[in-house]
């Protein structure tokens, strides 16, 4: 079923007569399967179909007495990847990153003794797209099963272009493109695999806690990274609020201010700091149900002042600092246009992780 109202004609028609012509093969089951587990923020606005476009968002899904498997979807801009894992009941597994340009990813010759499991994670963050997924389609004698129990531990990362992978893949010298971009291997979703823990991601390349990235002339920007917490897709603006209550992290993690200082003029330190408090008041205030303990991370790419008025707001906030300053030290820390590598989150989430552990009691 195609509803993606953004894309193109001809690429519209052309995903659903791949959609139609895969549906045809055998047992399909749509997005809204209660037996598909969802990660991350997903809109459902389109019933029978999931969307999403923050980092990270993912799907697991278990099945059994089906010799292939295909996962059908639409794809805003042909930019977005996404990274599936397929697990098999006698301990096989199997890891693919694919881009999604081609609508439709099959994996054939399955053992129908056995049951799987797959993953799906978007690679990508906001700014490359809407990531539509449609459905799976089994052999006929396929059928969905329990998938696995959410885990005991939950995570939430917030944060920009860092915590998004923004150039994760690549090596110096290179310039960011959609294809360097795996939220899997950006420390946040490092950290959460360390932890046993499901996660969720909320960031955007080039956004700050006030002011934007880059050259913005101002000491504020009009659409910072709180704009769009609050979103189920970051890049729909109305008709989108978050239901805070259908998924509380016990640990959050901020990582936030590389943008507001990166370029002058920088932000005085009273309008950086009291807009940090009252973002994490927000927050607060949005899981009030249970709220989580806070973290809040500076680096590896800004160092002071900035890093100083991040302590500052933990401290004002009883939040606990992760100072990720100065830990890009050898070239092969870095991926693109100065942005931590698979090298450099891996330096991240070994310092983060053993923290957030301590202190959650994990």
């Given at each position: 079923?195609?509803?993606?109202?953004?894309?193109?004609?001809?690429?519209?028609?052309?995903a659903l007569l791949v959609?139609?012509f895969a549906?045809?093969?055998?047992?399909?089951?749509?997005?809204s399967?209660l037996?598909?587990?969802?990660?991350?923020?997903?809109?459902?606005?389109?019933?029978?179909?999931?969307?999403?476009d923050?980092?990270?968002?993912a799907?697991?899904?278990?099945?059994?007495?089906?010799?292939f498997?295909?996962a059908?979807f639409?794809n805003?801009?042909?930019?977005?990847?996404v990274?599936i894992?397929?697990?098999?009941?006698?301990?096989?597994?199997?890891?693919?990153d694919?881009?999604?340009?081609?609508?439709?990813?099959?994996?054939?010759?399955?053992d129908?003794?056995?049951?799987?499991t797959?993953n799906?994670?978007?690679?990508?963050?906001?700014l490359?797209?809407?990531?539509?997924f449609?459905?799976f389609?089994l052999?006929s004698?396929?059928?969905?099963?329990?998938?696995?129990?959410?885990?005991?531990n939950?995570?939430?990362?917030?944060?920009?272009?860092?915590?998004?992978?923004?150039g994760d893949l690549?090596?110096?010298?290179?310039d960011?493109?959609?294809?360097?971009?795996?939220?899997?291997?950006a420390?946040?979703?490092?950290?959460?695999?360390?932890?046993?823990?499901?996660?969720?991601?909320?960031?955007?390349?080039?956004?700050?806690?006030?002011?934007?990235?880059?050259?913005?002339p101002?000491?504020?920007?009009p659409?910072?990274?709180?704009?769009?917490?609050?979103?189920?897709?970051?890049?729909?603006?109305?008709?989108?609020?978050?239901?805070?209550s259908?998924?509380i992290p016990?640990?959050?993690?901020?990582n936030?201010?590389?943008?507001?200082?990166s370029t002058?003029?920088q932000?005085?330190?009273?309008l950086?700091?009291?807009a940090?408090?009252?973002?994490?008041?927000?927050?607060?205030?949005?899981?009030?149900?249970?709220?989580?303990?806070?973290?809040?991370?500076?680096?590896?790419?800004?160092?002071?002042p900035?890093?100083?008025?991040?302590?500052?707001?933990?401290?004002?906030?009883?939040?606990?600092?992760?100072?990720?300053?100065?830990i890009?030290?050898?070239p092969?820390d870095?991926g693109?246009?100065?942005h931590p590598?698979?090298?450099?989150?891996q330096?991240?989430?070994?310092?983060?992780?053993?923290i957030?552990?301590?202190?959650?009691g994990?």
């Amino acid at each position: 079923r195609s509803v993606f109202l953004g894309m193109p004609m001809m690429q519209h028609l052309c995903a659903l007569l791949v959609s139609l012509f895969a549906y045809s093969w055998g047992a399909f089951v749509p997005a809204s399967n209660l037996n598909i587990r969802y990660l991350g923020r997903w809109s459902f606005t389109h019933p029978d179909v999931a969307q999403a476009d923050w980092s990270g968002t993912a799907l697991v899904a278990s099945f059994s007495n089906s010799n292939f498997i295909s996962a059908v979807f639409e794809n805003e801009n042909n930019l977005n990847g996404v990274d599936i894992i397929l697990k098999d009941s006698s301990g096989g597994q199997s890891f693919r990153d694919w881009n999604v340009s081609s609508l439709v990813w099959t994996q054939t010759n399955l053992d129908t003794s056995l049951t799987y499991t797959i993953n799906i994670i978007k690679r990508n963050e906001p700014l490359v797209g809407l990531l539509q997924f449609n459905g799976f389609n089994l052999s006929s004698s396929g059928v969905m099963v329990a998938p696995p129990a959410p885990l005991k531990n939950t995570i939430e990362f917030v944060g920009d272009s860092i915590t998004c992978g923004f150039g994760d893949l690549g090596h110096v010298p290179c310039d960011f493109t959609p294809s360097t971009q795996d939220e899997y291997y950006a420390w946040g979703y490092l950290v959460a695999r360390a932890l046993n823990a499901d996660v969720h991601v909320e960031a955007w390349s080039g956004k700050g806690v006030i002011r934007n990235c880059c050259n913005w002339p101002n000491y504020t920007s009009p659409d910072p990274l709180p704009t769009y917490f609050g979103r189920t897709l970051a890049s729909i603006d109305t008709n989108n609020t978050w239901d805070f209550s259908s998924w509380i992290p016990k640990a959050l993690i901020i990582n936030l201010g590389t943008n507001d200082y990166s370029t002058p003029p920088q932000p005085p330190e009273d309008l950086f700091v009291n807009a940090y408090v009252s973002f994490i008041k927000s927050i607060l205030l949005a899981y009030q149900k249970s709220p989580p303990k806070v973290f809040l991370a500076c680096g590896p790419m800004i160092g002071d002042p900035c890093c100083e008025y991040v302590q500052s707001v933990a401290k004002i906030t009883g939040s606990t600092y992760i100072n990720l300053k100065g830990i890009l030290t050898y070239p092969q820390d870095y991926g693109c246009d100065g942005h931590p590598g698979m090298t450099g989150h891996q330096k991240m989430a070994a310092i983060a992780g053993p923290i957030i552990a301590t202190t959650m009691g994990w």
